[in-house]
């Protein structure tokens, strides 16, 4: 554990100094991508949970997995229980803050999703962050804070593994391939599921939707809160950009609502790609009165007519890659493949 300081002065008096969102209409890409620095054994990870709270145990586990893995570990104090949150919102923002602003942090963490990132998007002060740019780590709810910090400052975030979920092999040699090797290439692809338990799974089939590589930056997250940021400050610009989408227990006419509300939105119809991940636990049986996951997701995206493909390996599952957000990006639908075309770590 590294000693702790506080960096943010200007920043404990969230009713004096709270930066409000700019409530721009329109979507937008940054024009200008952000890179962090590249990991390396023996740096500062800072572990953050922005939503849900987490238990002392699961927190010690984290830890200890990454000093064995080589790193450094460092906490606020401010994970602990606020009703089904880590902390107060003002608390979570400012352990946001505090890893950003704090040079001993090489990479931040989050411990686990849940749900609560929404609620602090309009706490964080995007002017500190843009000038200390670092890894972000964390899928689920986080696709809310990588997503809004994209947004408004065009740091690439990272949707990949969290704390509780980052001991996964496959997920690692992700990790390794993109936020500590330098290279201007790296391909992602489906995990061999061949004698695995999902191997016959509906919801681990794999399938191409519409065929064709697709190009663009790569965007997207959970569909839950890509939906949930639409009408914000925060929402995603689609325009040609490969959209990357995975959610975990809802169920087909769910999925179908929100797959409407985004082709309704005012720029998902533009996107140059459409990459579904895992959808665990959404499917049902089909029958007379019930659609089933795949026939819902082909009747609402075929119609595009733009790369799109269903099964590849990220979302809330075990084998869980790590896809950089706002990355330049090949998607090959015929096969499943993202190819991430620019180093993403500096």
Known sequence: MIKRRHFLSGLLSFGATTLLANTTKTPHIPKKSLYPKRLEKGQTIGLIAPG????????????????QSGFKVFQTGRIGHHGYFSNTDEQRALDVMEMFSNPSIDAILCARGGYGCT????LLDYNIIKNNSKILLGFSDVTALIQGIYSKTGLIGFHGP?????ENQYAQSCIESLLINL????????????????KSSSEYQRYTIHPGVAKGKLVGGSLTLITALIGTPYEIDFTDCIVCIEDVEEKPYRIDRMLTQLLGSKTFKQAAGIAFGVCAGCDAEKNQGNFTLREVIENRISDLKIPAAYGLSFGHVPDNCTLPIGAQSVFNADNLEITVVEAVVK
């Open 52 to 67: 849900f709270a987490v238990s002392q145990e699961k927190i010690t586990q984290i830890v200890l997995f990454l000093e």
């Open 119 to 122: 609620r602090i998007l309009d």
């Open 162 to 166: 969290v704390g509780t979920t980052i």
């Open 183 to 198: 290279s201007n290439q790296t391909v992602i692809t489906p995990v061999n599921l061949e004698g695995s338990q999902y």
